[in-house]
């Protein structure tokens, strides 16, 4: 520590350093052990700070923070961007949490896709190339009543300032809303991967379906297949559909595949629900219903659209609340009716309970893999597989290709 050049030194590095020989030795076994013991020992020789000590002789104001060291790092090596894994490679012990949480608070870094970074001062832009930009936001907010998206706006410098992104090492939409934000300095509303126009009725909380109702307006319906276009249309990460499907599953009525509407538009009322609440409980099997296989509609009543298992479900769900119980699949996929109703007083609150009580009801103890797919596809509970989750279950045990309740 003394021979070292540096007049301040972090814990962990000095850790990593002599972590073999702390442990063989002394039984030191982390940093937090290691500054404990340090500062026991030689309570006077350093200035004990969290996360560093001070030799005792450093003139003041010689403390280097991380994000200090890193940065003269770079610019002494002329580096345009570096990776979270580059960092850990040039500073030894120091964990990925600490690292992100560091540059974050100095304020002086970019973070770009992939875990890399860039500090904010080796950005390289003109004033024209500034100007080029709010350009092409405000072109974009003209087309798409002042919205754009970080996809959008990464396609059109793409197209036309292709060497912006050239000499910056810029990658990806994400990386481009980084540069762009910054640079652009609080002219539009960046909220990642939303950009506003200030002059736009901005919703209060920026989401995708916040911004999905903003940009679709005084709806009485919408369909899955309008949901997938503007998630296209704006280079959505598609990984969010399933939250705006969702919401429209929750407050409006899923008739089909593809289409929801208003509760209102869907012509029950309570003699209606009683009927089809008789029919369900009649014609069920086992004690459950499976929304996927059920095909029997007979003497079902007209409510304005044709019975389908979408439609079945939402009904189930929303007017026939204190007669079932929706129990959803294990892995929900919101292109398909994957769900079942269970009595609403009925013990079962999981998918996995209700293969076992299902199983046990045809006292089944032990199966095979492939004698348990083909129960479980004639009984409406899976496709002809067995889901990993239960050979993961809790309650059904799974050893050497057989199923143990």
């Not at 104001?61 to 490679?89: D, M, P, Q, V, Y």
């Not at 990642?192 to 200030?198: A, G, L």
């Not at 298992?309 to 079932?324: Q, S, T």
Request: charged residues 25%.
């Amino acid at each position: 520590i003394d021979q070292n050049e540096s007049q301040s030194l972090y814990y962990a590095e000095i850790y990593d350093h002599f972590s073999g020989l702390l442990s063989t030795i002394a039984n030191v076994d982390n940093k937090y052990f290691f500054h404990g013991i340090l500062r026991y020992l030689y309570p006077d020789r350093y200035q004990y700070g969290r996360d560093y000590l001070v030799k005792i002789d450093a003139p003041e104001g010689t403390i280097t923070s991380f994000a200090e060291r890193l940065r003269i790092h770079i610019l002494k090596n002329n580096i345009r961007t570096i990776s979270l894994s580059k960092i850990k490679e040039e500073f030894h012990g120091f964990s990925d949490i600490y690292i992100s949480m560091k540059l974050a608070e100095s304020g002086k870094y970019i973070l770009l896709g992939n875990n890399r970074y860039m500090l904010k001062e080796k950005l390289l832009f003109e004033h024209e190339e500034v100007v080029k930009i709010n350009t092409i936001l405000e072109k974009l907010f003209e087309q798409f009543n002042g919205y754009c998206s970080a996809g959008l706006l990464y396609e059109q410098i793409e197209l036309e300032m292709p060497t912006f992104l050239q000499k910056n090492g810029l990658e990806s939409a994400f990386e481009v809303f980084s540069v762009c934000n910054l640079i652009l300095e609080g002219t539009f509303v960046f909220k990642r991967p939303h950009i506003f126009s200030k002059k736009a009725l901005i919703p209060v909380e920026i989401n995708y379906l916040s911004v999905f109702q903003y940009l679709n307006r005084n709806i009485d319906e919408i369909r899955y297949s309008k949901i997938l276009s503007v998630f296209s249309r704006y280079r959505w990460s598609s990984v969010s559909i399933e939250f705006v499907v969702q919401y429209y599953k929750s407050s409006m009525i899923r008739v089909n595949s593809d289409l929801f509407v208003l509760p209102e538009k869907v012509a029950i009322d309570d003699s209606k629900i009683r009927i089809i609440t008789e029919l369900l409980l009649e014609n069920r099997q086992d004690e459950f219903i499976s929304f996927a296989t059920w095909v029997n509609y007979d003497g079902f009543p007209e409510i304005g659209f044709e019975w389908n298992p979408f439609l079945l479900e939402a009904v189930c769900e929303r007017f026939l609340k204190g007669v079932f119980k929706i129990i959803p699949y294990v892995a929900a996929d919101i292109r398909y009716v994957r769900s079942f109703a269970v009595d609403k007083d009925s013990s079962i609150n999981s998918y996995e309970e209700l293969v076992v009580d299902c199983m046990k009801k045809y006292s089944i103890t032990t199966i095979d893999e492939e004698r348990f797919a083909y129960f479980l596809a004639i009984k409406g509970l899976s496709s002809l597989s067995v889901p990993n989750s239960l050979k993961n279950s809790n309650i059904i045990r799974y050893k050497d290709g057989y199923f143990t309740v």
